[in-house]
C-alpha cells in the first residue's frame, strides 16, 4: 500500500510542487524588478490574489471529475470514464468562454475589492486571457487522477512551469515589462499545457476512451449526482477563497506596505507545504475512490490510515525546514540591494512563528478534503469548511483590536486546524466511508 500511494504521491508532488515555484520565481521576479521591491511585489500578491479567487471557484471540475472516475475506474466502468471526461472539459470550455466575456466586469470588481491599483489592474486583463486554458487543465488533471494516473499531470506541470519560467524572465526583464510580463507567460505557459495534455491523453488512452454518447453525458442522473458534487465543492471553494482573499485583502488594508508584502511572502512559504502535502492528498482521492469503486474495504481501510501517516509526516518535515531556514528562504523574495530589503526581513521574523505552527496544525485537512473527494462525500467537506470560516472570521474580528495582525494569522491557523477535525467527527473516525465499500 505504501508503494501505491507513492506511485500516485510523488508525481503528484512534482506537479503540485512546481505552482508555489511558479508563484516563488513569480514573487522573486517581482522583487528584483524595479526600484520599489514591496510595491511591486503587493501588487503582484493582489493580483495572483485575484486569479486564485477565479481558479478555486473552478478547481471543482478537477475535484468534481477526480473522485467519479475512480469509482468508474475502480468498477471497470470505462464507458463511465470516457463519459466523465466529457462531461468535464464541456463545463470547462463553457466556465473558460463565461470568464472571457464577463472579464470587464469581474476585473473591475476584484480590482475595487482588493484596493488594487494600475500595476495590477495591467496584470489582471493580461492574465485573464489564460482562465480558460487553466480550467480545461483542471478538467483534464482530474480525469488523470482518477484513471490512477499521476505521471501525465505531472508531466503537464513541468512544461507548463518550465515555460512560465523561461518567458517570465524573457517578458519581464528582457522586454521590460516586469509584472506585466508575468502575466503574459502564464498565457503562454498554460494554453502550451492544454495542447500537452491533449496530445498525452490521445496516446496513452485511445484504447480505453469508447465512442461519445451525449445521451449518456447528457444522462439526468449522472449529470445531477456530477452537479450535486461539483455544487458542495463550489460552496467549500467559495470559502476557502473568501479566507485567503480576506487574509490579502485585510493585509492591504493596514495600510503598511512592507507588512503586505511580509504577509505575502509568509503565505508563500505555507502554500510551499500545502502543495506538497496535497501530493498525498491526490493519491487518497484516487486510491479512495478506486477502493470504494472496486468494493475492497479492506485495501480501503489501510488506504486511509497510511495516507494520514504520510501527511503527518510531511507536516513534520516542513517545521524543521521552517524552523531552520526561513530567514534563507524569505531572501529568496527580495532583492537585497534594495534599501527596503531588511526591514522585510526583519518584519517577517516577527511572524515566522504562525508558518512554523500551521504544517502542524494543517497535517490533517488535506488529506481528509482527498479521502472526502475520492469518496464523493462532499457534504461533508463542505459543512466542516462552513463551520472553519465562521471560527476564521470571528477569532480575527474579536482579537484585532488587540494583537493586530497576530489576530489574522491565530484565524488562519485555527481555520485550517478545524477543517480537519470536523471531518474527522463527522464521518465518525470515517467509520463512513469504510462503510461505503
Known amino acids: 500500500m505504501n508503494r ?48 486564485n479567487f477565479i481558479y478555486w471557484n473552478c478547481s471543482f471540475v478537477r475535484m468534481g471529475t477526480s473522485g467519479l472516475t475512480a469509482q468508474a475506474f475502480g468498477a471497470g466502468n470505462f464507458r463511465e470514464c470516457t463519459n466523465m471526461l466529457a462531461r468535464a472539459l464541456s463545463v470547462a470550455g463553457i466556465m ?30 493580461t492574465r485573464i486571457w489564460a482562465v480558460p486554458a487553466g480550467i480545461l487543465l483542471f478538467g483534464f488533471n482530474g480525469w488523470f487522477t482518477g484513471m490512477q494516473n499521476a505521471l501525465f499531470p505531472m508531466i503537464t506541470a513541468v512544461t507548463v512551469n518550465l515555460i512560465h519560467l523561461a518567458c517570465s524572465l524573457a517578458f519581464a526583464f528582457g522586454l521590460d515589462l516586469g509584472i506585466v510580463g508575468i502575466a ?15 496530445v498525452l491523453l490521445i496516446a496513452r488512452y485511445r484504447s480505453l476512451l469508447t465512442a461519445i454518447h451525449w445521451s449518456e453525458v447528457l444522462d439526468v442522473q449522472p449529470l445531477r449526482r456530477f452537479f450535486v458534487i461539483n455544487r458542495d465543492i463550489i460552496l467549500r471553494t467559495l470559502c476557502i477563497v473568501a479566507v485567503y482573499t480576506f487574509f490579502t485583502g485585510a493585509s492591504a488594508r493596514m495600510e503598511d506596505r512592507t507588512l503586505l508584502a511580509v504577509n505575502a511572502l509568509l503565505l508563500e512559504l505555507f502554500t510551499l507545504f500545502s502543495y506538497m502535502n496535497d501530493g498525498f492528498a491526490y493519491a487518497a482521492e484516487a486510491l479512495t ?3 470504494i469503486g472496486a468494493r475492497d474495504r479492506a485495501s480501503l481501510g489501510e488506504c486511509l490510515h497510511r495516507c494520514l501517516l504520510w501527511g503527518t509526516l510531511v507536516s513534520v518535515v516542513f517545521v524543521g525546514i521552517y524552523l531552520v531556514w526561513w530567514r534563507d528562504l524569505v531572501g529568496l523574495f527580495v532583492d537585497r540591494a534594495n534599501p527596503d530589503t531588511p526591514q522585510i526581513i526583519e518584519l517577517a521574523g516577527r511572524y515566522i512563528v504562525w508558518i512554523i505552527l500551521i504544517p502542524i496544525a494543517s497535517a490533517m485537512p488535506f488529506i481528509m478534503d482527498g479521502i472526502m473527494v475520492g469518496a464523493t462525500e462532499t457534504r461533508v467537506m463542505r459543512n466542516s469548511m462552513f463551520g472553519a470560516t465562521a471560527a476564521y472570521f470571528a477569532i480575527f474580528y474579536a482579537l484585532r483590536p488587540w494583537i493586530g495582525n497576530n489576530a489574522l494569522w491565530l484565524a488562519f491557523t485555527l481555520y485550517m486546524f478545524l477543517r480537519g477535525v470536523l471531518q474527522y467527527i463527522m464521518t465518525r473516525g470515517l467509520r463512513t466511508i469504510r462503510e461505503k465499500a
Open 4 to 51: 501505491e500511494i507513492l506511485r500516485l504521491a510523488l508525481p503528484n508532488i512534482v506537479s503540485n510542487i512546481t505552482v508555489p515555484l511558479m508563484g516563488i520565481v513569480s514573487t522573486a521576479i517581482a522583487g528584483h524588478w524595479g526600484q520599489d521591491s514591496a510595491a511591486t511585489i503587493g501588487a503582484l500578491a493582489i493580483g495572483v490574489s485575484i486569479f
Open 96 to 125: 473558460g468562454a463565461a470568464m472571457l466575456l464577463l472579464q470587464y466586469p469581474l476585473g473591475e470588481l476584484a480590482l475595487w475589492a482588493m484596493n488594487g491599483g494600475e500595476m495590477t489592474r495591467a496584470y489582471f486583463y
Open 184 to 198: 503574459w507567460a502564464s498565457v503562454v505557459a498554460q494554453w502550451c499545457g492544454v495542447g500537452l495534455a491533449t
Open 289 to 291: 475512490g478506486r477502493f
